[in-house]
């Protein structure tokens, strides 16, 4: 079973708005990430946030950790229309592996 | 730096024949690449886990013989479809790593592999 749920499934806003969205996980984790994937394409790494940081930011994108509720959130703030794909959590499984569990991905469309 | 590169980025086959998709790191040394599946607007799963120089470790439910996967040197891994059925059309995305542990460092994608089969 996937590790992640992601929460909402779709998210419509306008451009210039800001986008969250939210990962909830099941298990211990090392670290969790962030990815974006435009459509029919390969998966884009975009933010890495270890177990013991809890909050990290680049440039418009900002992640949020609570480990004691087991999730996650991503906040891209002044959203552009090129921000339009899917964004997907992915956690590993605390063993030092990079066998990760993806969640079922936000599909994010930005109206310009 | 870390790019990998998946190719065919599309093909369509007819049902009974086999299709090799080739995944490969071109500017680092993976030790470790691992074969996903993706449907339509659905998350990535994972189908098996491919070691340099040993056997793929296969996720519950993947069928070995019919994904074949070979991980002969430390920049290469092909994904063998083989006796393709329609039911095998999906993304193919393959992706790895460029150390031993996944504490510090993400994985590289490549641009995945639309397979249909008719």
């Known amino acids: 079973s996937q590790q992640g749920e992601e929460d909402p499934q779709a998210l419509s806003i306008q451009e210039g708005e800001n986008a969250t969205m939210n990962c909830s996980y099941k298990?211990?984790?090392?670290?969790l990430q962030w990815y974006r994937q435009n459509s029919g394409r390969g998966l884009v790494h975009l933010i890495l946030?270890?177990?013991?940081?809890r909050e990290k930011h680049s440039g418009r994108l900002r992640v949020t950790l609570d480990t004691s509720k087991k999730s996650s959130s991503l906040l891209i703030t002044a959203s552009r229309a090129a921000d339009t794909a899917s964004y997907f959590c992915?956690?590993?499984?605390?063993?030092?592996?990079?066998?990760?569990?993806f969640g079922t991905g936000t599909r994010l469309k930005v109206l310009a | 730096g870390a790019v990998v590169s998946q190719h065919p980025s599309w093909v369509i086959c007819k049902s009974g024949t086999s299709v090799k998709i080739e995944c490969r790191s071109l500017?680092?040394?993976?030790?470790?690449m691992f074969w996903y599946r993706q449907f339509p607007k659905q998350s990535l799963m994972l189908m098996a886990t491919?070691?340099?120089?040993?056997?793929?470790?296969?996720e519950q439910g993947v069928e070995k013989d019919k994904f074949l996967i070979n991980h002969a040197s430390l920049t290469l891994s092909t994904l063998t479809v083989t006796s393709a059925h329609p039911e095998d059309s999906s993304f193919y995305i393959c992706?790895?790593?460029?150390?031993?542990?996944?504490?510090?460092?993400?994985?590289?994608f490549g641009n995945g592999t639309r397979l249909t089969v008719t």
């Open positions: 992706s790895a790593s460029l150390g031993w542990s996944s504490y510090n460092s993400p994985l590289h």
């Open positions: 298990t211990s984790i090392n670290n």
């Open positions: 946030i270890r177990s013991n940081e």
């Open positions: 992915a956690t590993d499984d605390a063993s030092g592996t990079y066998k990760y569990i």
């Open positions: 500017d680092f040394q993976a030790t470790t």
């Open positions: 491919s070691n340099e120089g040993s056997k793929a470790t296969y």
